[in-house]
């Protein structure tokens, strides 16, 4: 079983509408997630990070966390063909501050 | 604010040939990582400095791969010997203690092993 599991997608949705990316993880202790955005042939960009459960709020993204399911979720309004990119999952397990990244889930906005 | 350099961006050398990588983190990050990512993966930790000291290491890592981080500020990786299957985005992160051990990655350098 992988640590960081995400569906590789593509995931398609039409512009405007909600996109909601999933990930689960392995290890319950695990106390920092993160989103990056990865566009192809360039390297990861932050999106949001959360540390407690419930929801997180930042413009169009929103990061919802629930500790006892082990899952970690982003949620995209309005989306725009720009959005277009991979989406990595990332998790610090443990003592540990390396980040343990899903495979990641291509999103596809169709204008 | 400058964020995280990282030299060359490309890398193309023959199998058997030593190749060497630097980073140079965002300036006050006490810590630096290291993460190679192949196509359809996501990155994979390989090691992490928090100053000069490198504190964790990849069990993946093989021994043709070495890092070091000599004072603390910038740092490099050198691959020995490379291998068809080190063909790879080589990407290098940093963080500030303190600041929720959120990491900001550099462009990356991609190597191609010939």
């Known amino acids: 079983q992988k640590e960081v599991e995400q569906n590789s997608g593509p995931l398609s949705v039409p512009e405007g509408a909600i996109a909601s990316l999933n990930c689960t993880y392995s290890?319950?202790?695990?106390?920092?997630f993160f989103w990056y955005r990865q566009y192809s042939g360039k390297s990861p960009e932050l999106i949001m990070s959360?540390?407690?459960?419930g929801d997180k709020e930042d413009g169009r993204f929103t990061a919802q966390l629930n500790k006892a399911s082990q899952y970690v979720s982003l949620l995209i309004r309005d989306s725009q063909p720009s959005d277009s990119a991979t989406y990595l999952c990332?998790?610090?397990?443990?003592?540990?501050?390396?980040?343990?990244f899903g495979s990641g889930t291509r999103l596809l906005v169709r204008p | 604010d400058t964020g995280v350099s990282q030299d060359p961006r490309h890398k193309i050398t023959k199998r058997g040939q030593n190749v060497t990588f630097r980073c140079d983190p965002i300036?006050?990050?006490?810590?630096l990582y290291w993460y190679r990512q192949t196509l359809g993966q996501g990155p994979e930790f390989l090691t992490y400095?928090?100053?000069?000291?490198?504190?964790?290491k990849s069990r993946l890592l093989s021994d043709r791969f070495s890092a070091e981080r000599p004072k603390g500020s910038f740092s490099t990786l050198e691959i020995q010997r490379t291998e068809q299957g080190d063909s790879a985005m080589y990407l290098c992160?940093?963080?500030?203690?303190?600041?929720?051990?959120?990491?900001?990655f550099g462009p990356g350098t991609r190597l191609t092993v010939l």
């Open positions: 992160a940093s963080s500030a203690q303190g600041e929720e051990d959120t990491q900001y």
């Open positions: 290890d319950r202790g695990s106390q920092s």
């Open positions: 959360i540390y407690s459960n």
């Open positions: 990332a998790v610090i397990m443990d003592s540990s501050y390396k980040l343990i």
């Open positions: 300036s006050e990050h006490n810590r």
């Open positions: 400095f928090q100053n000069e000291a490198q504190l964790e």
